[in-house]
């Protein structure tokens, strides 16, 4: 079964919390048991699980970003976005998590968040249940 989120990003650079969108989505279909593959078929944004309590981490993400890959470099790609290629295949683009009674089997601290790198755009989140 497939499923989409669609997200609007507001900036360049952006990291969204999804977890309440796709546990919603496991929610309204009434899934119990089995894996949900997230997957972005984006080239310029990923998809990352990390700490979802403290948004200085997320900030710290971008920064060091950031600095590993500037913007402004002698980058070979001409549409002058090969930063946000470089961030997207840095960061992954697809996850799978179990789902045990209908829950997420997240850790404490854990969201799972759509990583936009050339922003704003609209992305779409597609989710696979098996
Ligand atoms: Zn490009």
């Known amino acids: 079964m497939l499923e989409q989120i ?10 969204i919390d999804i977890t309440r969108k796709i546990q919603e989505v496991i929610a309204e279909r009434n899934y119990q048991q089995g894996l949900c593959t997230v997957y972005v078929h984006h080239t310029t944004a990923g998809l990352f699980i990390n700490e979802a309590a403290d ?5 710290d993400l971008e ?20 930063a946000a ?8 683009n697809s996850h799978s998590i179990p789902i045990q009674e209908g829950k ?25 249940f098996t």
């Not at 669609?6 to 990291?15: A, H, L, N, S, V």
């Open 55 to 59: 948004p200085a981490v997320c900030k």
């Open 104 to 128: 997420l089997q997240l850790g404490t601290w854990q969201g799972i968040f759509l990583a936009e790198f050339d922003g704003p755009r609209t992305r779409k989140v597609l989710l696979a």
């Open 6 to 15: 669609i997200i609007k990003t507001t900036k360049r650079t952006e990291f």
């Open 63 to 82: 920064n060091f970003l950031d600095r590993l890959v500037p913007w402004k470099a002698e980058w070979e790609h001409l549409e002058g976005n090969a």
């Open 85 to 92: 290629h470089v961030k997207a295949v840095l960061c992954g």
